[in-house]
Each structure stands twice: as structure tokens, then as C-alpha cells.
């Protein structure tokens, strides 16, 4: 209920900003009357007139570096290179000041502002008033620009080494997309429209998007969709400049990282926040949104993994450049599809006019790198010869095919409604397509995840398959153990022994090299670091299989006093009560459990047409989280309620965690040469 009111809500919004009239410049036009009103509230409609003139001259001055910056690339002039980059500091800087000013209307409670109006009133709590920046269309892509001209400026200031040429058309590249993104806030989507008539009052931020969630979950996931903008753009300029080493790979790799990690935080947030806000008793439901979240990731996940490989051995070269260009497409596709609300889902904005302007923009993107890929891929000059089958190299190779695999279905369930629809019957697939198509792949990426580690770069011999009886071992063990415990479902008994025999190579190694080299685990921090996010990841797949396949739950109205249990957690019924709010009436049960009180609610907010709203009551054990929803109340005093227990689901958020730490613990303060080149500086033959 609460999902489909977000997007009853937004199509609401939308369609009041296109009845609210007049834009900034409009305003300059109204009647002697309105400019009468205009007089008297200068000190507030000003913000309005400063960030629309802020967007305007970040647009110009980006257009200016996009353009500048490929002319002096092409030139090689150093003095216009760096005029062309103090261009796009400035208009990094007209962002700066655009978010700034938007913020500052939305504390002030500046309601000659459509999207002030829209988002937020006068009794919504400080913090959720300031999260207001991005719960909106305009806001949310404005804010997009923001971390775009941020990390751009960061990555262009460290990119001197590169030489001149990659880091002038890294400028004009990414000049080029904040020059777009800044165009569309200016003259398609501005935050900064103006009222003809400022309201005493605005109507709120949307009920479902009051939790803390939306302090953490949309900044983090918009961030991450901008980072992929970096290694894109430094890609991108060195194919224009010819440059197929691994220069760039060494420069991107840690905005590449980043973007990854925030990603991954992004997707981790979003899933506790519907675990905890829809009362569906889950985490992740393939929503279209959901889908477009996860595919640059699995991307990237790719390059990752196969950037060691052009590090390391040379190859792969074209492979890498595809797979940064291929992530950074899956951003934009999936820009067009949550603001363009041609596929539907709960999280997507109503549709509006921003929805072709991305799909140009995408289709200018795959355009020109899909030509630049095609023109230079003879000229890269890949090492010849395949790789050895079975080797580290080898199992790379195959685990990006199989990444890829997943990418590929992930991304026709999501485009099928539309594809379908073209041609006369929309189809939409559920969660049975994804689990059936993805799951072998996954299952696959899981076992190489246990034996990958453990192969040599170049052939495998006998010392691999000494190693292999520690993984091999605990996957058996733990297979058995379910087995006997009456476990019976097959991806169960597939998934959980694979994660063990993935965390015992990462327990092998790191006892292997505490026994024989304690130091090697700081000097080589990077490989450890990976496989403590190795350890992350298998700690998330047991939560996500245990919660998965083993979650019960069971539906029951209950009379005061009567209980309930499910899966041997008994939970009792004390009673029911009403609450008037300010903004809304909430109905709370008492359910008993142990020596706590959970609370499950439902709220109504009868300004918004009677929208309710579930709060949901969680408790957490060391095996399983009890997950109580309040389905309704009736006049007898009973209540109805869905009650789940979803075993070992911290384990999911425990395990996001690990991952994080494994990526910052790995990379934070580490300085090394670019393998590529550093290798040929090494003598062939090493003293003893």
C-alpha cells in the first residue's frame, strides 16, 4: 500500500508543478499586481532567481571546457588544458553554489519555490526538511550534478601524471556530461521554479520516505551512480589518445573502487530500508529499480577482477575498456528509466518531459563509445594467445562471462514490459524468472570464488589440487550438516556449501600467510583486503539463502490476551490503541515477546486522501529476526496480523559491512606503481 502511494504521490506532485506555473524567468512577465507580491517577498524569491542563475553559468562554463578542452587535447596545448580544466572547476563550482542555495530555501521553509512546496511543511523535522534535497526529481538530479562536479574536479586535479592529452579529453568528457545534467536542472527540470502565489504551507514529504532511511539510502546510491561517470571519462580519453597501457586503469581504479563500494552501500541501505518500511517481510523484490541498481555494479564487479588481468599479464585490454563504458551505459539506462516512468515500479517518477532527454543522452553515449571501442580496437594491441584454461587468469575470464551472463538476464526481465508493450501485450516477469535464470550463474561465481584464489596465473599443477581439500572439504561437511538438519531445498544445498567452501579459501589464505609471511598481509594489503570483502560477500550470501529459503510466516487475527508462534517464537496480543498526531492518525498493537513489546502501527494521513501507512515492529535474536506487520484492527478489539521470521538476516547487513571494510582496509593509503609499466623496469633473473 505504502509503495503504490509513492507513486500516486509523485504523479501528484509532478502534475501540481505543471499547474504551478510560472517559471523564473516567467515571473520577470507577470501583471503589475504580481509584481507587487514579488516586491515584498524579494528577500525570498532572490534564491530562486541566484540558482537558476547559477545553473545557467555552470552550463555555459562546462560547454565551454567540454569544447576548449577537446580542441587543446587535440592541440596539445598545456596552456589551454589548463584553462579548459579551471572551466570545469568553475562550473563545478556553480553546482556547489546551486545545491547550497536550494538547501538553504528548503530550511528557510521558502515556499515561493514549486519544489519546496512539493516536499516539503512546515512540521516536517529538520533533518527529513534537508533530506528533502533529493527526494524529488529536480532535487535528486541536481544533487547527481553535485557529486559529478565534485569527484570530477578531485579526479581531474590528480590526473597530471596521465599526460597531457588523456587529461584534456577527460576534461572534455566530463565537462561534456555535467554540461548535459546542468542543462536539463536549467531549462527541463529546474529546482528553482518559481509560484505566482507563495502558499502559507507545503504539502509534505511523501509518508513513506519519513524514516531515517532517507537520510542514508539516496545519497549514497545517487553518489554511486555519478562516480561511474570517472572511470568512463578517463577510458573514453585514452582510447581518443591512443593510450591502450594500463595508465588509466592505475588513475580510475580508485574512483572505480568507489563508486563500486558506494554502490554496493547504496544497495545494501535500500535493502534494509525495504526490510524495514514496506512490511513485505523482505529485502528484494527485482524491481525494475532495484535491477537498474545492481547491473552497473555487476559490471564493475567485472572490471575489477579483470583490470589485474591487463595489470598483471597484458591481455584483456579491449575487454576492460568495454566493461567501464558498459557500466557507465547501464547508469544512464537506468537514469531514463527511473525518471522517465516508462517501466513501471514503485521507486520511478512519474512520467515527464525528462524522459526523452536521457534517452538521447543515452543514445549519444553508446553512440560515441561504441564507434571509439570499434575504431581502436585493432590498435591495442592484446597479448597473444588465449589464456591458460586453468589458471587464475583463466578463472577471471570466465567469472566476467558469467557477470555479464547475469547483467544480460537481469537486464531483459527489466526492459521486457517495455520491449513487449511495443508490440501490442506488455509482459512483466517476477522473481521466478530471476531466481531461475541467474541462479546457476550465481552458483558458478560462488565456486570460483572457492577456487580461483587458489590457482596460479599461468598453468595449474598438483600443489592446486592439495590446496582445493580444504574448500572441497568444508562444502561437504556443511552439505552433510544441512542434510541431517532437513534441509531439502536444492538451491539451499547448493548455495550455503558453496559460500563455506568460498570463506574456507579465504581462511586458507590468510592462515597460509600469517604462518609463513605475517608482514606480507600489510605489505600486500590490497590482495588481503579483497579477500576480507571475499568474506563479506560469502557472510551476505548465507543470510540472503537462510532468510530466503527459510523464512516462515503465518496470518492470524487475534483477540487480546491470545498468542500466536511461528517457528517456535511465540508472540502474545496485549491490545490495541489509537493515537492522534499531529499530521496523522496511528493505530499501535502491543504484541509480547519475551520481556520486550513490540509495537506494529498503522498509520493514516487523511491530508494526503486517507494514505496508510505500516510500521513495521522488528526484533532481532541471534538466529532470526521476528517481523510483525499490522494488517488492521477491528471494533471486537482484535487484531489481524502477518507475523514472518526471517532467519539470519543481520547476516546480510553484517556481511555489507565486511565488504566495505575489506575495500577501505585494502586500498585507503596505498601507493603503487602501475604494474604494466613497473614490470618491465624488473630484471628477467632475480639474485637469490
Same mark, same amino acid.
Given at each position: 500500500?505504502?509503495?503504490?502511494?509513492?507513486?500516486?504521490?509523485?504523479?501528484?506532485?509532478?502534475?501540481?508543478?505543471?499547474?504551478?506555473?510560472?517559471?523564473?524567468?516567467?515571473?520577470?512577465?507577470?501583471?503589475?499586481?504580481?509584481?507587487?507580491?514579488?516586491?515584498?517577498?524579494?528577500?525570498?524569491?532572490?534564491?530562486?532567481?541566484?540558482?537558476?542563475?547559477?545553473? +545557467?553559468?555552470?552550463?555555459?562554463?562546462?560547454?565551454?571546457?567540454?569544447?576548449?578542452?577537446?580542441?587543446?587535447?587535440?592541440?596539445?596545448?598545456?596552456?589551454?588544458?589548463?584553462?579548459?580544466?579551471?572551466?570545469?572547476?568553475?562550473?563545478?563550482?556553480?553546482?556547489?553554489?546551486?545545491?547550497?542555495?536550494?538547501?538553504?530555501?528548503?530550511?528557510?521553509?521558502?515556499?515561493?519555490?514549486?519544489?519546496?512546496?512539493?516536499?516539503?511543511?512546515?512540521?516536517?523535522?529538520?533533518?527529513?526538511?534537508?533530506?528533502?534535497?533529493?527526494?524529488?526529481?529536480?532535487?535528486?538530479?541536481?544533487?547527481?550534478?553535485?557529486?559529478?562536479?565534485?569527484?570530477?574536479?578531485?579526479? /581531474?586535479?590528480?590526473?597530471?601524471?596521465?599526460?597531457?592529452?588523456?587529461?584534456?579529453?577527460?576534461?572534455?568528457?566530463?565537462?561534456?556530461?555535467?554540461?548535459?545534467?546542468?542543462?536539463?536542472?536549467?531549462?527541463?527540470?529546474?529546482?528553482?521554479?518559481?509560484?505566482?502565489?507563495?502558499?502559507?504551507?507545503? /504539502?509534505?514529504?511523501?509518508?513513506?520516505?519519513?524514516?531515517?532511511?532517507?537520510?542514508?539510502?539516496?545519497?549514497?546510491?545517487?553518489?554511486?551512480?555519478?562516480?561511474?561517470?570517472?572511470?568512463?571519462?578517463?577510458?573514453?580519453?585514452?582510447?581518443?589518445?591512443?593510450?591502450?597501457?594500463?595508465?588509466?586503469?592505475?588513475?580510475?581504479?580508485?574512483?572505480?573502487?568507489?563508486?563500486?563500494? +558506494?554502490?554496493?552501500?547504496?544497495? +545494501?541501505?535500500?535493502?534494509?530500508?525495504?526490510?524495514?518500511?514496506?512490511?513485505?517481510?523482505? !529485502?528484494?523484490?527485482?524491481?525494475?529499480? &532495484?535491477?537498474?541498481?545492481?547491473?552497473?555494479?555487476?559490471?564493475?564487479?567485472?572490471?575489477?577482477?579483470?583490470?589485474?588481468?591487463?595489470?598483471?599479464?597484458?591481455?584483456?585490454?579491449?575487454?576492460?575498456?568495454?566493461?567501464?563504458?558498459?557500466?557507465?551505459?547501464?547508469?544512464?539506462?537506468?537514469?531514463?528509466?527511473?525518471?522517465?516512468?516508462?517501466?513501471?515500479?514503485?521507486?520511478?517518477?512519474?512520467?515527464?518531459?525528462?524522459?526523452?532527454?536521457?534517452?538521447?543522452? +543515452?543514445?549519444?553515449?553508446?553512440?560515441?563509445?561504441?564507434?571509439?571501442?570499434?575504431?581502436?580496437?585493432?590498435?591495442?594491441?592484446?597479448?597473444?594467445?588465449?589464456?591458460?584454461?586453468?589458471?587464475?587468469?583463466?578463472?577471471?575470464?570466465?567469472?566476467?562471462?558469467? /557477470?555479464?551472463?547475469?547483467?544480460?538476464?537481469?537486464?531483459?526481465?527489466?526492459?521486457?514490459?517495455?520491449?513487449?508493450?511495443?508490440?501490442?501485450? &506488455?509482459?512483466?516477469?517476477?522473481?521466478?524468472?530471476?531466481?531461475?535464470?541467474?541462479?546457476?550463474?550465481?552458483?558458478?561465481?560462488?565456486?570460483?570464488?572457492?577456487?580461483?584464489?587458489?590457482?596460479?596465473?599461468?598453468?595449474?599443477?598438483?600443489?592446486?589440487?592439495?590446496?582445493?581439500?580444504?574448500?572441497?572439504?568444508?562444502?561437504?561437511?556443511?552439505?552433510?550438516?544441512?542434510?541431517?538438519?532437513?534441509?531439502?531445498?536444492?538451491?539451499?544445498?547448493?548455495?550455503?556449501?558453496?559460500?563455506?567452501?568460498?570463506?574456507?579459501?579465504?581462511?586458507?589464505?590468510?592462515?597460509?600467510?600469517?604462518?609463513?609471511?605475517?608482514?606480507?598481509?600489510?605489505?600486500?594489503?590490497?590482495?588481503?583486503?579483497? !579477500?576480507?570483502?571475499?568474506?563479506?560477500?560469502?557472510?551476505?550470501?548465507?543470510?540472503?539463502?537462510?532468510?530466503?529459503?527459510?523464512?516462515?510466516?503465518?496470518?492470524?487475527?487475534?483477540?487480546?490476551?491470545?498468542?500466536?508462534?511461528?517457528?517456535?517464537?511465540?508472540?502474545?496480543?496485549?491490545?490495541?490503541?489509537?493515537?492522534?498526531?499531529?499530521?496523522?492518525?496511528?493505530?499501535?498493537?502491543?504484541?509480547?515477546?519475551?520481556?520486550?513489546?513490540?509495537?506494529?502501527?498503522?498509520?493514516?494521513?487523511?491530508?494526503?486522501?486517507?494514505?496508510?501507512?505500516?510500521?513495521?515492529?522488528?526484533?532481532?535474536?541471534?538466529?532470526?529476526?521476528?517481523?510483525?506487520?499490522?494488517?488492521?484492527?477491528?471494533?471486537?478489539?482484535?487484531?489481524?496480523?502477518?507475523?514472518?521470521?526471517?532467519?539470519?538476516?543481520?547476516?546480510?547487513?553484517?556481511?555489507?559491512?565486511?565488504?566495505?571494510?575489506?575495500?577501505?582496509?585494502?586500498?585507503?593509503? &596505498?601507493?603503487?606503481?602501475?604494474? &604494466?609499466?613497473?614490470?618491465?623496469?624488473?630484471?628477467?633473473?632475480?639474485?637469490?
Amino acid at each position: 500500500m505504502g509503495a503504490e502511494a509513492s507513486v500516486d504521490f509523485c504523479a501528484r506532485s509532478v502534475g501540481h508543478l505543471r499547474d504551478a506555473l510560472p517559471r523564473v524567468l516567467g515571473v520577470s512577465l507577470a501583471p503589475a499586481a504580481d509584481a507587487a507580491n514579488m516586491r515584498r517577498t524579494s528577500g525570498v524569491v532572490i534564491l530562486g532567481y541566484l540558482g537558476a542563475g547559477a545553473l +545557467l553559468a555552470g552550463v555555459v562554463m562546462g560547454g565551454f571546457s567540454a569544447l576548449l578542452s577537446f580542441w587543446a587535447g587535440w592541440r596539445e596545448s598545456d596552456v589551454f588544458i589548463q584553462v579548459g580544466r579551471r572551466a570545469f572547476y568553475a562550473a563545478a563550482v556553480m553546482t556547489v553554489l546551486a545545491a547550497v542555495l536550494l538547501e538553504v530555501a528548503l530550511l528557510s521553509h521558502d515556499f515561493s519555490l514549486a519544489y519546496v512546496v512539493e516536499h516539503t511543511d512546515l512540521s516536517t523535522p529538520t533533518a527529513l526538511v534537508a533530506a528533502g534535497f533529493y527526494g524529488g526529481q529536480e532535487g535528486s538530479l541536481l544533487y547527481w550534478t553535485l557529486i559529478l562536479g565534485v569527484l570530477g574536479a578531485a579526479s /581531474l586535479f590528480a590526473s597530471s601524471r596521465l599526460g597531457a592529452r588523456i587529461s584534456a579529453y577527460a576534461t572534455g568528457i566530463l565537462a561534456a556530461i555535467l554540461s548535459f545534467f546542468l542543462f536539463v536542472l536549467a531549462v527541463v527540470a529546474s529546482p528553482f521554479d518559481l509560484l505566482s502565489v507563495t502558499p502559507p504551507d507545503g /504539502l509534505g514529504l511523501n509518508p513513506v520516505l519519513r524514516d531515517g532511511g532517507m537520510l542514508i539510502h539516496p545519497p549514497v546510491v545517487l553518489a554511486g551512480f555519478a562516480s561511474f561517470a570517472i572511470p568512463f571519462s578517463f577510458a573514453c580519453a585514452a582510447l581518443l589518445a591512443g593510450r591502450a597501457d594500463a595508465v588509466w586503469i592505475a588513475h580510475t581504479r580508485r574512483f572505480a573502487l568507489l563508486a563500486w563500494s +558506494l554502490q554496493t552501500a547504496g544497495l +545494501l541501505l535500500g535493502m534494509w530500508w525495504a526490510y524495514h518500511v514496506l512490511g513485505w517481510g523482505g !529485502y528484494w523484490g527485482w524491481d525494475p529499480v &532495484e535491477n537498474v541498481a545492481l547491473m552497473p555494479w555487476l559490471a564493475t564487479t567485472a572490471y575489477l577482477h579483470s583490470s589485474q588481468v591487463q595489470e598483471r599479464r597484458g591481455r584483456l585490454r579491449s575487454w576492460n575498456f568495454g566493461l567501464v563504458i558498459l557500466a557507465f551505459l547501464l547508469v544512464v539506462f537506468g537514469t531514463f528509466i527511473v525518471r522517465s516512468g516508462v517501466v513501471p515500479s514503485v521507486h520511478t517518477f512519474a512520467i515527464s518531459a525528462i524522459g526523452p532527454w536521457f534517452f538521447a543522452f +543515452l543514445f549519444v553515449c553508446v553512440v560515441f563509445s561504441g564507434t571509439l571501442l570499434a575504431f581502436r580496437a585493432a590498435s591495442l594491441g592484446e597479448a597473444s594467445g588465449p589464456a591458460p584454461a586453468v589458471s587464475r587468469e583463466g578463472a577471471f575470464v570466465l567469472q566476467n562471462l558469467l /557477470l555479464i551472463g547475469v547483467v544480460a538476464v537481469v537486464l531483459w526481465g527489466t526492459v521486457l514490459p517495455l520491449v513487449s508493450g511495443m508490440f501490442g501485450t &506488455e509482459r512483466v516477469v517476477g522473481a521466478p524468472y530471476y531466481e531461475r535464470a541467474a541462479a546457476p550463474l550465481f552458483a558458478t561465481i560462488l565456486a570460483l570464488m572457492a577456487v580461483g584464489p587458489l590457482l596460479p596465473w599461468r598453468h595449474a599443477g598438483r600443489p592446486v589440487l592439495r590446496a582445493l581439500r580444504w574448500p572441497a572439504t568444508a562444502a561437504l561437511v556443511v552439505m552433510t550438516g544441512l542434510f541431517v538438519a532437513g534441509v531439502r531445498s536444492a538451491p539451499a544445498l547448493v548455495a550455503v556449501p558453496l559460500a563455506v567452501a568460498a570463506g574456507a579459501t579465504v581462511a586458507s589464505e590468510y592462515t597460509r600467510a600469517a604462518l609463513k609471511r605475517p608482514m606480507s598481509i600489510l605489505r600486500r594489503r590490497r590482495r588481503y583486503g579483497a !579477500y576480507l570483502a571475499h568474506l563479506g560477500l560469502v557472510v551476505v550470501v548465507v543470510g540472503i539463502a537462510a532468510s530466503h529459503f527459510g523464512q516462515q510466516e503465518k496470518d492470524v487475527t487475534l483477540q487480546p490476551g491470545a498468542q500466536v508462534t511461528v517457528a517456535g517464537y511465540t508472540l502474545t496480543y496485549t491490545g490495541a490503541q489509537k493515537r492522534q498526531l499531529t499530521d496523522h492518525t496511528e493505530f499501535v498493537a502491543g504484541m509480547r515477546f519475551g520481556d520486550q513489546t513490540l509495537e506494529p502501527s498503522r498509520a493514516t494521513y487523511a491530508g494526503l486522501g486517507g494514505q496508510a501507512l505500516t510500521h513495521v515492529a522488528i526484533t532481532t535474536t541471534p538466529l532470526a529476526d521476528v517481523y510483525v506487520v499490522l494488517a488492521g484492527t477491528n471494533d471486537d478489539g482484535s487484531a489481524s496480523f502477518r507475523v514472518f521470521v526471517n532467519p539470519l538476516v543481520s547476516w546480510v547487513w553484517a556481511g555489507g559491512a565486511v565488504i566495505i571494510l575489506g575495500v577501505v582496509l585494502g586500498n585507503v593509503g &596505498e601507493r603503487s606503481p602501475i604494474p &604494466e609499466l613497473a614490470r618491465r623496469r624488473i630484471p628477467i633473473t632475480l639474485p637469490a
